[in-house]
């Protein structure tokens, strides 16, 4: 085996390849942010909490990164895209590694009490679970894990969506009162399960259709959390997708992510035309034609 083979820039044939150089450097820079404002006190009174709050977020970032990549494909008949999906992956599984790291040394490094603490909080325990599915994942997301696990390597990276929704559910707990970045992410992760259960057809009506079922689900999402899990108004909460005089909700946000598809569609179809038009113009029989209105105007 090559070196080149391990370089996350390159492509499966060993090549630098700028989509891969695009992915790495926007997988490590959040990384590399958290330890810099973790080194120079920018996190606040409780950094530690700060920077295992962080990761945590940035591990569904990345999940979700990589849940889109197959809807993507096929919206924007990018095949080339589908390269990058293991690296968002692995990337994921980093981050909430990282996650863990840091609640552990949050708890003085007491592997005792962090077990205990596992053990009596529901949330902490959902969390865990999904640490050791990501782990399981990442650790067979390569290609000798694929020739040996065939047929159940799918069926085992169908887990995935299970993780996701349990790593959801430990945002929303941890996040107590104010839950709208974990409302956010679940219209996200609505949205991308919609597409890749085909449940839309994949055209720009599809896109604008998963679009406003995706932010009526992150409304329903919010309305169902506050009216169960907390003293808040459900209703007030509802009702304040429709005020915008003090901030965007997340209903919106996730409306104007899920449609992002379109404008990129529209570049992707235009450029289409573009090219087939400069191939007519360049066709042997057009070229004959030209020199043969030249000659006949001459």
Not at 107 to 131: H, M, P, T, W
Not at 154 to 181: E, P
Not at 247 to 260: D, E, N, Y
Request: glycine fraction near 6%.
């Amino acid at each position: 085996m090559r070196l080149a083979d391990f370089v996350p820039w390159n492509d499966r044939a060993g090549r630098f390849s700028p989509l891969h150089g695009l992915a790495f450097t926007v997988a490590v820079l959040p990384a590399l942010w958290i330890a810099y404002a973790f080194l120079t006190g920018a996190l606040g009174a409780e950094p530690l909490k700060a920077a295992t709050l962080l990761t945590g977020t940035w591990t569904l970032y990345f999940v979700l990164a990589s849940l889109a990549v197959t809807p993507l494909k096929s919206l924007l008949s990018w095949s080339r895209l589908i390269s990058i999906r293991r690296l968002l992956g692995v990337t994921a599984f980093g981050y909430i590694a990282g996650h863990f790291a840091l609640y552990i040394l949050d708890q003085d490094g007491n592997l005792a009490k962090v077990a205990s603490e596992i053990a009596s909080r529901v949330y902490l325990l959902i969390g865990f679970v999904a640490l050791t599915g990501l782990t399981v994942l990442a650790a067979t997301s390569f290609d000798a894990a694929m020739r040996r696990l065939r047929k159940n390597w799918k069926r085992l990276h169908r887990a995935i969506y299970v993780l996701t929704a349990l790593g959801l559910l430990h945002f929303f707990m941890q996040s107590k009162t104010d839950v709208s970045q974990a409302v956010l992410l679940s219209g996200v992760f609505f949205a991308l399960m919609l597409h890749r259960l085909r449940a839309v057809p994949a055209t720009p009506l599809g896109v604008l259709a998963v679009a406003l079922l995706a932010g009526l689900g992150a409304a329903t999402i919010e309305f169902a959390w506050y009216a169960a899990a907390s003293g808040v108004p459900a209703e007030r909460v509802l009702l304040s997708n429709l005020d915008f005089s003090y901030q965007i909700r997340p209903m919106w946000i996730v409306m104007a992510l899920s449609a992002l598809p379109l404008p990129l569609q529209a570049l992707r179809w235009l450029t289409k035309r573009l090219q087939a038009a400069r191939s007519c113009d360049n066709l042997p029989g057009n070229i004959s034609l030209a020199g043969a209105e030249q000659r006949t105007n001459s």
